[in-house]
Nanobody, 125 residues
Framework: QVRLVESGGGSVQAGGSLRLSCAVY????????MAWFRQVIGKEREGIAA?????????LYADSVKGRFTISKDNAETTLYLQMNSLKPEDTAMYFC?????????????????WGQGTQVTVSS
């Protein structure tokens, strides 16, 4: 059973940066594809960045974060990262990491089986 634990959230002023981490436990074999989602209370969970299980680590970004956020994972596939730069107040949300072994490069919530508990990011103007 894969378990995901996010960290690195916090409060920052607009224009600042944060780096989120997602530690992966219970990981049994290679080929884990992963993604970051975010959710504001009262709104649907939004997929913002995904990285595939291929060796090159193909990535996919939502338009809302493209050019500002970078998703990456370490070579051992034990930690997923999200580097967030040029943060805006509208980036304020609970951020979740997600993982699954099959399904390709996707940003839909239904395509991921494993989820973390989330870490809060607050951006003030």
């Amino acid at each position: 059973q894969v378990r995901l634990v996010e960290s690195g959230g916090g409060s920052v002023q607009a224009g600042g940066s944060l780096r989120l981490s997602c530690a992966v436990y219970g990981y049994t074999y290679s080929g884990l594809r992963m993604a970051w989602f975010r959710q504001v209370i009262g709104k649907e969970r939004e997929g913002i960045a995904a990285v595939d299980s291929d060796r090159g680590g193909s990535t996919l970004y939502a338009d809302s974060v493209k050019g500002r956020f970078t998703i990456s994972k370490d070579n051992a596939e034990t930690t997923l990262y999200l580097q967030m730069n040029s943060l805006k107040p509208e980036d304020t949300a609970m951020y979740f990491c997600a993982a699954d072994y099959t399904g390709g490069l996707r940003l839909e919530t239904w395509s991921y089986k494993y989820w973390g508990q989330g870490t809060q990011v607050t951006v003030s103007s």
